[in-house]
């Protein structure tokens, strides 16, 4: 006999365990079915997210922003260091603890909401009275569950180049580059994409000399320009070395005595062979979605050319009763994303109406100054012919950044030349993270320039810099 639930969630990253929860919450019964395998051999809840992306990555740039603070800047502030040193080892036990902390944090959630971990692999089977079952694959055997709504939630894995073998310790994915074991001398990227940036600034902070190869010959072609602009030339100050527009050839590993290192053969921007020689390479091109032995087929599901499964804008499959959110779908890859599509399911299952405005998700890169955006940027309001006004004010003209050390970036806001609605807002700066949500709060409410610039913002604080950018789409920013 097989286990029956109300609902069956494929996966616990950021999207199938907050759908989980939720669903919990509203008085189903819930079955989870998660297969991760965390270094140490234990099973693991929480996905890519908590263990080999948002949490860890975050852990290390906090650890190499410390380090670079003390060795480097310290000296503003009048104090003496001696000299700063770097214990890898415990670094990344920190790291590990934090992401520990957090899998373990996401256990316990699923026992307080009694939600059933089912460990193992799942896939769709087909039954033979013409319905489907999805079968958990686990260590004792294999088990068949039904359900009356299933929750696609099976994420994403790195892109790899072909020919490109990833060992994991000379030419690594995001999987190996959070677990150096020491810091490489020449570290070489592929990729100027938010991994190669926020991993190449953690190794680059400890001391490495990085190398950035990008094959787009725009850097952060999704951002908006003024703020790109400003970004690569930051990044260039603090030492990282970028070579735009190449085409990568060969990556091999070469032994010289004792030492191995791996060679990067490109095609520079100008046509000329070049080679990239390094002690490791992260490769960090792009995610590509996860349904390997998902079993699609047996229930007359397909990918579309991206490898995503189609879902409408409730993330419905084309099946009734079956539902896919998270990197395995349109959108953004990001973890916020897919928890407001674990909501949206949940609640739609339980017969609620709510929605998500794909335009108010905000963006966050954690470099150093960080990088956020949300809404549309100056080159798509151009491309779309919507007339605006924009207003720009730097983060040099506020006391609470210099004070901080942070002088550098603005807070860029663009609004409706006619209603004056907000239609995007671009921040390079100290804690941009934490600032874009006064914009999406913001996008969400449909609130327009006026609104942030007659709003009372605490000073001194990194936030009036957004009231002065609001004020300068009037040109009427007051300390500039
Ligand atoms: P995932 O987190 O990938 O989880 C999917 C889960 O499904 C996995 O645990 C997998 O084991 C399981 N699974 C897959 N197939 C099956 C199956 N057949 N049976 C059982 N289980 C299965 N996003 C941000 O918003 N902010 C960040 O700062 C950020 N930093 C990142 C840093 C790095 C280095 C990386 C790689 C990513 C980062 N991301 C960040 C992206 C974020 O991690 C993803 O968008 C997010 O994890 C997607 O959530 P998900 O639940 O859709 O999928
Ligand atoms: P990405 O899409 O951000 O960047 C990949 C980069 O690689 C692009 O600039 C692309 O032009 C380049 N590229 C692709 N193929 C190439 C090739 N053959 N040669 C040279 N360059 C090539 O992907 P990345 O950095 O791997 O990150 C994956 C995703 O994970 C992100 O898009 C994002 O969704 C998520 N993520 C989010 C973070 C955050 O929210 N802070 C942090 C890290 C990852």
Redesign the pocket.
């Known amino acids: 006999m097989s286990q029956n639930f109300d609902v069956l969630v494929i996966g616990a990253g950021p999207a199938g365990y907050i759908a989980s929860i939720r669903a919990a919450q509203l008085g189903f019964k819930v079955a989870c079915v998660e297969k991760w395998r965390a270094p140490n051999g234990e099973l693991s809840l929480g996905g890519t997210c908590l263990n080999v ?2 949490i860890p ?1 975050k852990a290390l740039l906090a650890s190499s922003e410390t380090f670079e603070e003390i060795q480097s800047h310290a000296g503003d502030h009048g104090i003496t260091v001696k000299e700063a040193k770097i214990d890898i080892a415990k670094m990344m036990a920190r790291k590990d603890s934090v992401v520990s902390k957090m899998t373990k944090g996401i256990e316990f959630l699923f026992r307080k909401n009694k939600i059933t971990w089912l460990k193992g692999h799942a896939r769709f089977v087909a039954a033979e009275d013409g319905a489907y079952r999805v079968e958990v694959l686990g260590e004792a055997g294999s088990e068949l569950v039904e359900a009356r709504h299933v929750i696609i939630a099976t994420g994403s894995k ?1 892109r790899h ?1 072909p020919g490109v073998e990833v060992d994991q310790v000379l030419i690594s994915d995001n999987e190996g580059a959070l677990q150096f074991d020491s810091v490489p001398q020449k570290l070489g990227v ?7 940036l ?1 991993l190449g600034s953690v190794w680059r902070r400890l001391g490495s000399e990085v190398t950035i ?4 010959t725009s850097f952060l072609g999704a951002c908006d320009e003024s703020v790109s602009k400003e970004a690569f030339k930051l990044f260039g100050r603090q030492g990282l070395n970028f070579s735009m527009g ?1 085409q ?1 050839g060969e990556v091999k590993t070469v032994s010289k005595g004792r030492k191995t290192s791996v060679e990067v053969h490109y095609t520079d921007a100008q046509g000329a062979a070049q080679v990239l020689e390094c002690d490791r390479l992260i490769v ?4 590509v979605p996860n349904t390997e032995g998902l079993g699609l087929e047996a229930v007359g599901l397909a990918t579309d050319e991206r490898g995503q499964i189609p879902v409408d804008q409730h993330c419905q499959t084309r099946l009734p009763g079956v539902y896919a959110i998270g990197d395995v779908v349109r959108g ?3 973890a916020h994303k897919g928890e407001d599509e674990g909501v949206l399911v949940a609640e739609r299952i339980a017969g609620q109406q709510p929605h998500i405005d794909y335009n108010c998700i905000p ?4 470099t150093s100054p960080e990088i956020a955006w949300v809404g549309q940027n100056e080159q798509q309001l151009k491309a779309s012919a919507r007339e605006y006004r924009s207003g720009q004010f730097p983060f040099m003209a506020n006391g609470r950044a210099l004070g901080m050390n942070s002088p550098d970036g603005f807070v860029k806001i663009l609004a409706d030349a006619k209603t004056d609605e907000i239609l995007g807002v671009h921040i390079i700066s100290a804690g941009a993270s934490d600032l874009i949500a006064e914009a999406a709060v913001a996008m969400e409410f449909k609130a327009s320039a006026e609104d942030i610039a007659r709003i009372c913002h605490p000073h001194p604080s990194l936030s009036e810099v957004m009231r002065e950018a609001a004020l300068a789409t009037d040109k009427r920013a007051l300390n500039m």
């Open positions: 992306g948002c990555s790195a180049l592929i990729g100027a994409g938010v991994i190669g926020e190869l990008e094959g787009a190449v990568i960090s091109v792009g995610r953004p890859m990001l963006w966050v890169i954690y």
